[in-house]
């Protein structure tokens, strides 16, 4: 008798031991995934930086490219309107007495006043496309009353153009001295077709 009392007690003993030990892993369990929630918690999340798409546009083509990147960027636009826009025969490049004909030959004609030179919440960006057609090799100077009113201290900077035929060139250079702030990269120019894909694409590697 006392034999079977013994192998009982040793019995009971065994299951506690046993659902101690169950206890105690699973407490740990517990506190490791606790751990791991508060760890999750506490990493800082990816940055929610905004970004907004300047642009001049006098034929339609660069508010077209504009419009892609803000797109692609989920990024705010806007559009550069001079208070004095430019008509159609403003914009005759052939004609010696054309307006824009006459501003290039005259540099002191390019100071051209803006509708709006300042952005709003300007302060909570830290990335600015900038955006307009090319002329005679350069950015076309309306942009240029913009560039000059802010200050790109802490954002990255983005030239972006369109033309026909023209590259590039110094233009972005050329913007980023007379703004004198701000990390500007070297910029793209796109044809005055280009695709929605392609824009994409070129954003998309802005990324890598």
Not at 53 to 75: E, F, Q, R
Not at 87 to 112: G, K, M
Request: glycine share 8%; hydrophobic share 35%.
């Amino acid at each position: 008798m006392m034999k079977k009392i013994l192998m009982l007690a040793l019995s009971s003993l065994m299951v506690l031991g046993l659902a101690a030990c169950g206890n105690t892993n699973g407490a740990d369990a517990s506190s490791s995934a606790s751990k791991k929630t508060d760890t999750a918690a506490q990493s800082p999340a990816k940055g929610n930086g905004k970004t907004l798409v300047v642009y001049y546009s006098a034929g339609g083509h660069t508010k077209n490219v504009a419009n892609y990147i803000a797109k692609a960027t989920n990024g705010d636009v806007m559009e550069l309107k001079p208070v004095q826009d430019y008509t159609e025969a403003d914009l005759d490049y052939n004609n010696r007495d054309s307006r824009v004909y006459r501003e290039h030959d005259d540099a002191s004609l390019r100071d051209i006043p803006l509708v709006k030179d300042k952005a709003d919440n300007w302060e909570g960006y830290d990335t600015v496309f900038i955006g307009y057609p090319i002329w005679w090799g350069i950015a076309a100077w309306p942009v240029d009353t913009f560039v000059k009113h802010n200050d790109f201290s802490g954002k990255t900077v983005i030239p972006f153009a369109t033309s026909a035929s023209s590259g590039l060139g110094d233009s972005g250079r050329q913007l980023q001295q007379m703004a004198g702030t701000g990390s500007w990269l070297e910029g793209k120019r796109f044809p005055s077709n280009v695709s929605e894909s392609t824009v994409q694409q070129w954003v998309q590697s802005l990324n890598r």
